[in-house]
Nanobody, 129 residues
Framework: QVQLVESGGGLVQPGGSLRLSCAAS????????MGWYRQAPGKQRELVAE???????????????NYADSVKGRFTISIDIAKNTMYLQMNSLKPEDTAVYYC???????????????WGQGTQVTVSS
């Protein structure tokens, strides 16, 4: 059993900042990837940012980030492998960033297992005056 729990969402004015957290818990041997996705009403879920390490477990150094073009230069993804926790620092927020933000992770529960995908329940981010 693996659980992903997001936190840190809320209401913020345009130009403001928020920091999201995703805590993974349960049976975790290694994490191969973690990422943030978002889904606005009436739109498809899209990748916001992801950390991975070329098909290997993410090292303690944090792996390699990948960002959607729409958030490059504004958002920063990071991961603390020791704590099984991922963060998304969101700066210069725009109304179009309004969405439910979901945590996603590829996790090996024990040595030799396949990588399985898990999703959190999401946290609402609303950017509005």
């Amino acid at each position: 059993q693996v659980q992903l729990v997001e936190s840190g969402g809320g209401l913020v004015q345009p130009g403001g900042s928020l920091r999201l957290s995703c805590a993974a818990s349960g049976s975790i041997f290694s994490i191969y990837a973690m990422g943030w996705y978002r889904q606005a009403p009436g739109k498809q879920r899209e990748l916001v940012a992801e950390i991975s390490s070329g098909g290997t477990p993410i090292p303690s150094s944090g792996g390699t980030p990948n960002y959607a073009d729409s958030v490059k230069g504004r958002f920063t993804i990071s991961i603390d492998i020791a704590k099984n926790t991922m963060y998304l620092q969101m700066n210069s927020l725009k109304p179009e960033d309004t969405a439910v933000y979901y945590c996603n992770a590829g996790i090996v529960k024990k040595s030799g297992d396949y990588v399985l995908e898990y999703w959190g329940q999401g946290t609402q981010v609303t950017v509005s005056s």
